[in-house]
């Protein structure tokens, strides 16, 4: 059985969703704000997100995937779900559950770059440093580690664990 170390309890969680949705509903006034969540695992902190914010939004996913069942990302990078909304000369955010080398935001924001938007800023609710290969701007950011692998509230481990409400080091 592997250990799970508490990372983010439930009330950090809480509060760091509230915090950036208040930063996000006073940047985008006034704007046509747009999310796109990338699947699967964002799908937990998108839906805390977007019913927090104050600001009208539309809401769509895409899929990607580059793990495989390992911890590493393969730097393959596969779509799994396109785009439905029509993002042309919209304000585009980037909802990400965590970014760790960076390859798979780098190859996404590449793409969405190709349907002409007017603005792509990228929301992610952890940004793990150690690993990181390309050079992102992240724009806003819950929470911050240095390395380890992450499950729970949508993080997943070959598909185990997401369910969890809360984020824990998963120690194999
Ligand atoms: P990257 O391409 O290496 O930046 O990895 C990005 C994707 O891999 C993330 O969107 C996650 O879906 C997944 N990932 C990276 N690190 C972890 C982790 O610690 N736990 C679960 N999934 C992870
Ligand atoms: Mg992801």
């Given at each position: 059985m592997p250990d799970f170390i508490p990372v983010l309890k439930k009330d950090d969680i809480d509060k760091m969703v509230a915090a950036v949705a208040r930063r996000i509903s006073s940047d985008y006034q006034d704007r046509e704000l747009i999310l796109i969540g990338v699947l699967k695992g964002s799908f937990i902190f998108l839906s805390d997100l977007i019913r927090k914010l104050s600001i009208p939004v539309k809401v769509d996913f895409v899929g990607v995937s580059s793990?495989?069942?390992?911890?590493?990302?393969?730097?393959?990078i596969q779509i799994t779900k396109k785009l439905?909304?029509?993002?042309?000369k919209k304000d585009v955010l980037v909802v990400e559950d965590i970014v760790d080398s960076g390859l798979t935001l780098t190859w996404l924001i590449d793409y969405l770059m190709s349907f002409k938007p007017k603005t792509i800023k990228v929301c992610t609710l952890l940004d793990k440093i150690e690993r990181r290969e390309k050079k992102l701007i992240?724009?806003?950011?819950c929470h911050v580690v240095n390395e380890g692998f992450l499950v729970g509230y949508g993080l997943d481990y070959s598909e185990d664990y997401?369910?969890?409400p809360e984020v824990y080091h998963l120690k194999l």
């Amino acid at each position: 059985m592997p250990d799970f170390i508490p990372v983010l309890k439930k009330d950090d969680i809480d509060k760091m969703v509230a915090a950036v949705a208040r930063r996000i509903s006073s940047d985008y006034q006034d704007r046509e704000l747009i999310l796109i969540g990338v699947l699967k695992g964002s799908f937990i902190f998108l839906s805390d997100l977007i019913r927090k914010l104050s600001i009208p939004v539309k809401v769509d996913f895409v899929g990607v995937s580059s793990y495989g069942s390992g911890t590493a990302s393969s730097g393959k990078i596969q779509i799994t779900k396109k785009l439905e909304i029509d993002i042309k000369k919209k304000d585009v955010l980037v909802v990400e559950d965590i970014v760790d080398s960076g390859l798979t935001l780098t190859w996404l924001i590449d793409y969405l770059m190709s349907f002409k938007p007017k603005t792509i800023k990228v929301c992610t609710l952890l940004d793990k440093i150690e690993r990181r290969e390309k050079k992102l701007i992240l724009d806003y950011v819950c929470h911050v580690v240095n390395e380890g692998f992450l499950v729970g509230y949508g993080l997943d481990y070959s598909e185990d664990y997401r369910n969890l409400p809360e984020v824990y080091h998963l120690k194999l």
